[in-house]
């Protein structure tokens, strides 16, 4: 058994790096079958009176904008969960469903509107919850509601301006977005309405026909804020003692609705903040007051309790919003990564035979990152948890447990990790989607299956990239005839330097899928793909194409500076492509802080071993990226020991060195903040401070330039093929329109490809 009075977090973060060195991990990272047919995950398991048809667990993923503005779930929320009880996950759960609008104010927006589901309001919500629950059963799956007790500091301060209330907390602490405004203190009584209001939300939900509650006690939510000495350092009162609020809560629900409705609980082993941060604890200000975070030994003790008080099934995982990478990891992030925590738990229930109300063990639910079957299985035989949770898997295959089940493991769609339409689009106003899968958030709307065209079409598709091959295998498989060109030898487009570097391995597995589609696609349907193949538009003219799609995608941009075209300068894009161009290098120059020139500089630090310097002339490092993938890869950089200045414009280029022209002044932001995110564009923060500019021109001696100054569309060859009328319908897509992501590639390929 793990001693978890050692120092097991910082042993589990210092491992990460290495992962990916460990050839046996990366192969269950995969989408193959070694451990078929998978035994262990598709065994029934009993949690109180209630038997799951398989180990498999639909994460929590909020259900932002996925519910009327007063709370009651849509149709587009009832199918989306449909979908994924169709696809054969034995528990669903919902996103967080907040039962503090009486006392959080961050939960609701002006005039009582929610971009949250509700079960709390009227009854007028109830048929909503009830027609989700009714769905999910008609496939033999089970479906728990995600109560939570609110957002706390890291709800959205707006309240302040439209409802002039503070945000709240267990004690005085900063708001996590904007940490100048503080968050009060909840009154006991307050407490105690949350609680109360804990136990009706689970009695309304058992009366809709729901299966279970699960209580949202991680990540520094304010179930959390109340039950972690980080968060409450309250020193009178019931719930001084950190312990009181959480137990108080499952008590009261289980007075609620008895004691055979299973109460699952999701907690973090630590938040690993000192950890994560080291001394920063001490010298960052809104870091210092969450210095005495409970410890492993601490949570382990609060869960045998949790369970004395009626908890029946629990997930573990780690960090919290101010490290956000571990709670949500990204494709940066090695899968299984929380495994030893959930074995950790498990052994020590084990040990001190805690067993649950309903006379069973308690099983322990494995989450991060598990994705892949071979390696699902793997945590089941070697005895790591007792359940497997799926999130972002689930919306990138909603199938992927059939498909498992079947041994059609290729045919999974894996998740890539960049979190951008899962996470990222709710943040900035949209509710969940995927970027590799366009019917995630859409299942009310595009059918499982496409139609077949009224009428057959020969159509060309130009630029094998995602939204050529999507577009392509969809145009297919509608009936059309359709020719895929490709003016390379691979297809994949940018997904190719993509993959290079190891942290991307979940885009290789994404290739790999794609390229699998087309041959099977190829095969079965009337499509034709040539490679190595540069059409002309004139070329296509002379075939007779219907349609013609140009999806050719983008083109590296190179700034008009002296010494930009010297032998020694190369784009990041080629540099990946053809790792030899950096081989005599090693004084290494990025210029260019996006998420190519970040990958890259990790790329060449950690595989290659250069020595690298990121140049950003913004005073931001990887804006517009997620939380998560931007706070883990800059994270990883500084571990690398190398240098981020932002704030920093390239001049010229020389033999051997380059000149910059560099902002000294003390209000640059520190680069390597990765505990306060950067707020949206339509978001103002009035306490930001003004930066003042002190330039000083700086050489920097290099023996290559990488440049990752972003891509421009590739609208020429569209416009070509207009100008030649080369088909009847001709139409633009992905990079050739608007450099855009996967998350747009997929979605307008898939598009395209449906409508033709």
């Known amino acids: 058994m793990i001693d978890p009075k050692v120092n097991f977090v910082k042993e589990l973060l210092d491992q990460y790096p290495n992962w990916f060195n460990d050839s046996e991990k990366m192969d269950l990272a995969q989408m193959a079958a070694r451990n078929y047919p998978y035994t262990r995950l598709f065994s029934p398991i009993q949690v109180n009176r209630?038997?799951?048809?398989?180990?498999?667990?639909?994460?929590?993923?909020?259900?932002?904008?996925?519910?009327?503005?007063?709370?009651?779930?849509?149709?587009?929320?009832?199918?989306?969960?449909?979908?994924?009880?169709?696809?054969?996950?034995?528990?669903?759960?919902?996103?967080?469903?907040?039962?503090?609008q009486a006392v959080d104010p961050t939960v609701t927006e002006r005039g009582d509107k929610s971009y949250f589901p509700r079960i709390d309001s009227s009854r007028t919500v109830f048929a909503g919850w009830r027609d989700l629950a009714e769905s999910v059963h008609a496939y033999g799956s089970r479906f728990f509601i995600q109560l939570t007790a609110g957002l706390g500091r890291v709800g959205s301060p707006e309240s302040l301006l439209t409802k002039y209330k503070m945000p709240v907390s267990a004690s005085w602490n900063p708001n996590f977005y904007i940490p100048a405004i503080p968050c009060r203190p909840m009154t006991d009584g307050e407490c105690r309405t949350i609680l109360k209001a804990a136990g009706q939300g689970a009695a309304d939900a058992k009366a809709a026909t729901i299966d279970g509650v699960y209580l949202h006690g991680h990540e520094g939510y304010l179930l959390e804020q109340m039950t972690n000495p980080a968060f409450n350092r309250r020193l009178f009162g019931r719930y001084a003692n950190w312990q009181n609020f959480g137990l108080d809560m499952v008590k009261e629900i289980r007075k609620r609705v008895g004691p055979h409705f299973p109460i699952m609980y999701r907690i973090d082993l630590s938040l690993a903040l000192n950890e994560t941060y080291g001394k920063r604890m001490e010298d960052v200000t809104s870091l210092k007051s969450f210095q005495k975070e409970r410890t492993v030994t601490q949570t382990l003790d609060y869960m045998v309790n949790l369970v004395k008080a009626g908890?029946?099934?629990?997930?573990?995982?780690?960090?919290?919003?101010?490290?956000?990478?571990?709670?949500?990891?990204?494709?940066?992030?090695?899968?299984?990564?929380?495994?030893?925590?959930?074995?950790?738990?498990?052994?020590?229930?084990?040990?001190?035979?805690?067993?649950?109300?309903?006379?069973?063990?308690?099983?322990?639910?494995?989450?991060?990152?598990?994705?892949?079957?071979d390696l699902a299985e793997q945590a089941l035989r070697d005895g790591d948890c007792d359940m497997i949770m799926l999130a972002r898997p689930l919306l990138a295959d909603s199938e992927w447990p059939n498909k498992a089940y079947a041994g059609r493991v290729m045919d999974i769609r894996p998740c890539i990790g960049d979190q951008e339409a899962c996470i990222n689009e709710f943040v900035e106003g949209g509710h969940p989607q995927c970027s590799v899968n366009p019917r995630t958030g859409f299942e009310d709307v595009f059918d499982r299956e496409v139609k077949p065209a009224m009428t057959a079409k020969k159509v060309a598709v130009v630029g094998a990239g995602p939204s050529g091959i999507v577009c392509a295998i969809t145009a297919a498989q509608r009936g059309h005839k359709v020719t895929l060109y490709e003016k390379s030898n691979k297809v994949g487009g940018m997904l190719v330097p993509g993959s290079v570097p190891k942290i991307k391995y979940e885009v290789k597995n994404y290739l790999a899928y794609l390229e699998y589609q087309l041959e099977k696609t190829s095969k079965n349907f009337d499509l034709t793909v040539n490679l190595s193949q540069d059409i002309s538009p004139d070329e296509l003219k002379n075939k007779d194409f219907d349609t013609i799609i140009v999806s050719v995608g983008g083109s590296?941009?190179?700034?008009?500076?002296?010494?930009?075209?010297?032998?020694?300068?190369?784009?990041?894009?080629?540099?990946?492509k053809n790792p030899e161009l950096a081989a005599n290098a090693q004084k290494i120059a990025v210029i260019g802080a996006g998420a190519v020139g970040c990958e890259a500089a990790h790329y060449l630090a950690s595989e290659l071993k250069k020595t690298v310097t990121v140049i950003e002339m913004l005073p931001t490092i990887m804006p517009g990226l997620c939380t998560a993938n931007r706070g883990h890869l800059i994270h990883a950089l500084e571990k690398l020991a190398v240098p981020l200045w932002n704030c920093t414009k390239l001049k010229s280029i020389e033999n051997g060195k380059i000149t910059l022209l560099r902002n000294v002044s003390n209000t640059v932001p520190d680069p390597f903040n990765t505990w306060t995110p950067i707020l949206p564009e339509n978001i103002h923060n009035p306490f930001s401070k003004a930066i003042v500019e002190d330039i000083k021109e700086i050489d920097l001696e290099t023996d290559l330039v990488v440049l990752a100054m972003g891509l421009k569309p590739g609208r020429d060859y569209y416009e070509s093929c207009i100008k030649a009328q080369a088909a009847p319908e001709i139409i633009q897509l992905g990079d050739s329109f608007q450099i855009g992501r996967v998350f747009e590639a997929v979605k307008s390929g898939s598009m395209v490809g449906r409508n033709l």
């Not at 149709?75 to 967080?96: C, D, H, I, P, W």
């Not at 030893?340 to 040990?351: D, G, I």
């Open 556 to 576: 590296a941009v190179t700034p008009k500076l002296p010494g930009i075209d010297a032998d020694f300068v190369v784009q990041a894009i080629d540099l990946l």
């Open 311 to 373: 908890v029946d099934l629990f997930d573990v995982d780690l960090g919290c919003y101010d490290n956000w990478w571990l709670p949500h990891p990204p494709n940066s992030m090695p899968s299984g990564c929380f495994l030893a925590v959930s074995r950790l738990v498990k052994e020590y229930f084990e040990h001190e035979k805690v067993i649950s109300n309903a006379g069973l063990p308690v099983p322990v639910v494995a989450v991060g990152k598990l994705g892949y079957p």
């Open 50 to 100: 209630l038997t799951l048809k398989n180990r498999i667990v639909m994460g929590p993923m909020g259900n932002i904008s996925m519910a009327e503005e007063m709370g009651r779930p849509t149709n587009k929320m009832v199918q989306y969960f449909a979908e994924r009880a169709k696809g054969g996950a034995g528990l669903l759960t919902s996103g967080l469903v907040p039962i503090s």
